[in-house]
T-cell receptor
């Protein structure tokens, strides 16, 4: 069945470091892919998404490219800030819209 | 700015008591989800509804949990009787369907503590 696998955490980086959080997926057809972010004490919120192969989602300096050949949707940011400290979830929705999956979440802490 | 609302935000109760959590989805959204989040288990889907009909509640302990949508503006999650292992943050989310890459909008959560 469909699934999402994301990098285990926690991840600790210094401010201005480069961030990569890996996410790979298994799906039939052409799912939509998402990154959600959860700040402390809050619900999840959409960070970015891509709905077809080779699309790049971007927001707040974060980027992820939908790579069908490697079934991946890795999250990247060139220079992280303390305010980026949060838990990041990779997610998938099947193209039918009837199935959806969240990864286990990766906790990121950015230290000054 | 449309958002999902949940009440109460915090609930502390004694074991054996009934707990009801409420969610108001974003107006016009036809798909509503209930999740539970704990440190040990992470984010778990409990149930979800489309057009007020339950589509999947396989993640929900049937003996004590129930989820309903009395109308399009209200979703409820009830636990009776509550147990300490139910302590968690419960999130409601809504979406305008999921096809076509539509996102889920999450509420702020209800933090439940069962003593």
């Amino acid at each position: 069945g469909d699934s999402v696998t994301q990098m285990e955490g926690p991840v600790t980086l210094s401010e201005e470091a480069f961030l990569t959080i890996n996410c790979t997926y298994t799906a039939t057809g052409y799912p939509s892919l998402f990154w959600y972010v959860q700040y402390p004490g809050e619900g999840l919120q959409l960070l970015l998404k891509a709905t077809k192969a080779d699309d790049k989602g971007s927001n707040k300096g974060f980027e992820a490219t939908y790579r069908k050949e490697t079934t991946s949707f890795h999250l990247e940011k060139g220079s992280v800030q303390v305010s980026d400290s949060a838990v990041y979830f990779c997610a998938l929705t099947a193209n039918t819209g009837n199935q959806f999956y969240f990864g286990t979440g990766t906790s990121l802490t950015v230290i000054p | 700015d449309a958002r999902v609302t949940q009440t109460p935000r915090d609930k502390v109760t004694e074991m054996g008591q009934e707990v009801t959590m409420r969610c108001q989805p974003i107006l016009g959204h036809n798909t509503v989800f209930w999740y539970r989040q704990t440190m040990m288990q992470g984010l778990e889907l409990l149930a979800y509804f489309r057009n007020r009909a339950p589509l999947d509640d396989s993640g929900m302990p049937k003996d004590r949990f129930s989820a309903e949508m009395p109308d399009a503006t209200l979703a409820t999650l009830k636990i009776q009787p509550s147990e300490p292992r139910d302590s968690a943050v419960y999130f409601c989310a809504s979406a305008l369907g999921l096809a076509g890459g539509n996102e889920q909008f999450f509420g702020p959560g209800t933090r439940l503590t069962v003593l």
